[in-house]
């Protein structure tokens, strides 16, 4: 008999153009969102979505990040203040289960170990629902 496989999640990691902040996703990303509200559409960004402490990780050692709060007051839009790069949105309450969700920005990862990622559309705009999917993958939009 062989040795124990120890299976080791996948890692997905995003810095800002300095460096000053970093990201980390664990295990696989289910999917992107793209969306076309007032902030999300200004950033540009894409979002992947999970729980802070656990699928996502923020490191900040050097205290570069900085807020901005809006609207309803509920998220946080997180960006390094050296660089001016959108890290993540995070939100300001835990919800019932004492978990915080948060989403870090797809397109500071490398974009070869994200360019298979599906695509998802949310009319944050209008409708505040998810549109069809359309069988895009990150890859189309990252250019």
């Given at each position: ?13 995003g ?10 996703y ?40 900085a ?49 298979e990622v ?26």
């Amino acid at each position: 008999m062989g040795r124990p496989v120890r299976i080791v999640p996948k890692i997905t990691r995003g810095t800002c153009h300095c460096g000053a902040v970093r990201w980390e996703y664990r295990g696989d990303i289910p999917d992107a969102t793209i969306c076309n509200c007032t902030v999300c559409r200004r950033y540009g960004v894409l979002w992947t979505y999970g729980y802070d402490g656990q699928e996502i990780a923020v490191e900040d050692p050097g205290n570069a990040m900085a807020a901005y709060i809006c609207g309803s007051r509920r998220i946080s839009f997180n960006f390094c203040k050296l660089c001016g790069n959108l890290i993540a949105w995070r939100s300001l309450r835990p919800n019932d289960n004492g978990r915080t969700r948060i989403a870090v920005n797809l397109r500071l990862a490398d974009p070869q170990q994200v360019a298979e990622v599906p695509l998802r559309r949310f009319d944050g705009l209008h409708s505040f629902h998810d549109l069809p999917l359309d069988g895009r993958t990150v890859a189309d939009v990252w250019f």
